[in-house]
């Protein structure tokens, strides 16, 4: 006779689970080109929220009135003759200011990636390489 559908989930939840086999491998080599790709990517990522995020605290400034109290109490502290803060952090000076540090931001985090994979084959000669373990579930 046939078993019933809960007879057979039964016998499935007393069996022991499969152990888990755990590989152990040495990192000895990280690619050069690959990692500079990698963080050319990070750098772009990067720049794009850094010139979104100075955009919206920018945004939020403006909207809340801060730059004409500022622009007030700049004129209140050098005299009638204080010059008008907006045409020093205004929205193209600070957009522009933006996009300069995001090019560079690219640069630099490109460069460091690719110092650090360079620095991290050297020294596999020295320390043999990270060990990292895995595990099959």
Known sequence: MSSSVAEKLAKKSTR??????QVRLKLVYIDFWSTVKLSFLAGICLAIIAIVGSFLIWTVLDR??????????VKDISGAGGGDLRSVLGLG????FSLVVGILD???????????ALLYNLSVKITGGLLVGFTNN
């Open 16 to 21: 022991r689970p499969a152990s888990a086999k």
């Open 64 to 73: 809340t009135g801060i730059f004409d109290q500022l622009n007030g109490l």
């Open 106 to 116: 690219i640069v630099v985090v490109t460069a460091l990636g690719a110092v650090f």
């Open 93 to 96: 000076q600070v957009m522009g």
